[in-house]
């Protein structure tokens, strides 16, 4: 039976608030978060789907969790807890490194907050996973409440499980959720759409459901070496927004904002509107672009976040679908079918409204970057490799995974050039935690196989000549993807270079925690979690 769709309406998620106003100033309020099992309605006509949620309770427990809205300059602290039971809803490879408590029971949840600048302690480490109540925790786990500082920019910023080994499954269960930094003296005279009806954050994933309600995984196993789990890239037919598949939202004849967050394990969007109408960006993960950037599409990949402005008195139509025409894998996969090419539809009221809002000419002003200013210069390859010993195929960054001793060793407050050889047949998204990039552009290797097959034998881009590859044609970096960034999209087949600042894009700040010690951070692909991460 096949899902009708735009028959649910959009839901917003509850928000929570990280601070109190006390006689006029904001102050921290500590918050406890817990992840529970429970029955989620994901559309009118699908029974109710054995979920985890993030809320402050079960009952109020929702996917996506909780909206957490916090203030520039005001600390947050966040417990989270485990009240999860000992089994897991969704079946898991065990083969791979993957967190598994002594007693063989309960699951281990770790929570990052993604985009966030603060201590490592705090940074929800594949390691420092626990089970509920604590009860057992991985190798790193330090601390029950973590802290996180908000001395960052304003921006999106979005949470969600990061276990070892069990991050796809943990997410796909619907461990995700949104987290917002606010700065009044920055963003009140930019006057962009605000309030509850016009600042609205969609969060954008795929799912596929059993005819009895609850989340299908598809096995891959089809080899004796390889488990039935074995899942590297994760696909579904339904495409959900904010824990509705296909929802719909009646809007007005004005401006609103959309906060929008590519939270699939895998799938890539390229959004669209129906009818023409157009995105204008003023925002991207975690950080304000310099101008807004008008486009009629924007292609985000997983954990990707676009940050725009949608002026509906603009619309010709009364109604719009909002699009997706992203293959996949992308972009070397399927072409989308009726269903998951179609995200969400607005029903846009007839009468014309006026509102105050504006489209500012500039937004936020930031460092440019200054590649003079690097420290180093690295070479980064990724790679799918397989050997008879190996089986499956797993992603290697520099021939490494992820629980090898630490490669690169970047010095707090500095900046570096990356350049990432990406010499798969996907597009993998980059995420570096701790850092902020700026994309400066992308280069097509000649002969790629040939320095395949080098670096498949040493394992080292100088030595294998890299700049010699490096010089086919180059794509120019979208004027909404040029500012600082904290994933993003590595083109298979080229060389991407970054500049990647270890340090705050406000020059004028300091690290909110002792940068002396040198804390240790991952980067890692954002495709489901399935690669190996390395520390930084
Ligand atoms: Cu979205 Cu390591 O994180």
């Not at 089970?131 to 330090?142: A, L, N, Y």
């Not at 598809?218 to 296909?246: C, L, M």
């Not at 509906?312 to 009726?338: C, H, M, R, T």
Request: glycine fraction near 6%; proline fraction near 7%.
């Amino acid at each position: 039976s096949k899902l009708e769709k735009f028959v649910d309406e959009l839901p917003d998620m509850p928000k929570i608030q990280s601070f109190e106003v006390v006689n006029g100033v904001f102050k921290s309020k500590p918050l406890e978060i817990g992840m529970f099992k429970k029955l989620w309605k994901f559309h009118r006509d699908l029974p109710p789907t054995p979920v985890y949620a993030y809320g402050t309770s079960k009952r109020n427990a929702t996917i996506p969790g909780p909206t957490i809205e916090a203030i520039h300059g005001v600390d947050a602290f966040v417990t989270w807890q485990n009240h999860l039971p000992s089994n897991h809803i969704l079946a898991w490879d065990p083969t791979i490194p993957t967190a598994i408590p002594r007693t063989k029971k309960g699951i281990p949840t770790v929570v990052h907050l993604h985009g966030s600048i603060g201590e490592p302690e705090s940074d929800g480490h594949a390691h420092s996973w626990f089970t509920r109540r604590f009860k057992e925790v991985g190798p790193t786990w330090t601390k029950k409440e973590y802290h996180y500082p908000n001395s960052q920019h304003p921006g999106n910023l979005w949470y969600h499980d990061h276990a070892m080994g069990l991050t796809r499954v943990n997410l796909l269960a619907g461990l995700i959720g949104a987290y917002i930094i606010r700065d009044r003296d920055v963003e009140t005279p930019l006057r962009l759409p605000c309030g509850d009806e016009f600042d609205r954050t969609l969060m954008v994933f795929d799912r596929s459901f059993l005819t009895n309600g609850s989340i299908y995984m598809n096995s891959t196993g089809n080899n004796p070496s390889i488990h039935p789990q074995w899942q590297p890239e994760y696909f579904g037919d339904a495409i959900i927004v904010n824990g509705k598949a296909w929802p719909r939202l009646t809007v007005r004849r004005r401006k609103y904002r959309f906060r929008i967050i590519n939270a699939s394990n895998a799938r890539f969007f390229r959004f669209f509107f129906s009818n023409g109408l157009k995105f204008i960006h003023v925002a991207d993960d975690s950080a304000y672009l310099e101008k807004p950037v008008i486009t009629n599409e924007t292609l985000l990949a997983p954990s990707e976040i676009a940050d725009v402005i949608v002026d509906f008195s603009k619309s010709k139509s009364d109604s719009a679908i909002l699009g997706n025409d992203a293959v996949y894998p992308y972009p070397s996969g399927d072409a989308v079918n009726e269903d998951n090419g179609k995200v969400m539809k607005f029903i846009i009221k007839k009468e014309p409204e006026h509102d105050t809002w504006r489209v500012p000419k500039t937004l936020v002003k930031y460092p440019d970057a200054d590649l003079s200013s690097a420290s180093k210069t690295r070479y980064i390859a990724m790679y799918e490799y397989t050997s008879d010993i190996d089986e499956p195929t797993h992603l290697y960054i520099n021939g490494k995974r992820f629980d090898e001793p630490v490669t690169e060793t970047p010095r707090v407050g500095t900046s570096e050039i990356w350049n990432v050889i990406n010499l798969t047949e996907d597009n993998h998204p980059l995420h570096i935690h701790l850092g902020l990039f700026k994309v400066i552009d992308q280069t097509k290797l000649v002969k790629e196989e040939e320095f395949k097959a080098c670096m498949l034998k040493l394992n080292d881009a100088i030595k294998c000549k890299i700049d010699h590859y490096a010089r086919g044609d180059k794509i120019e970096v979208p004027a909404h993807e040029k500012g600082w960034k904290n994933v993003y999209k590595m083109t298979p087949g080229f060389v991407t270079k970054i500049l990647v600042r270890f340090a705050f894009i406000h020059s004028n700040e300091s690290y909110p925690f002792d940068a002396t010690t040198q804390p240790g951070y991952v980067y890692h692909c954002h495709v489901s979690h399935f690669s190996p991460e390395q520390i930084l």
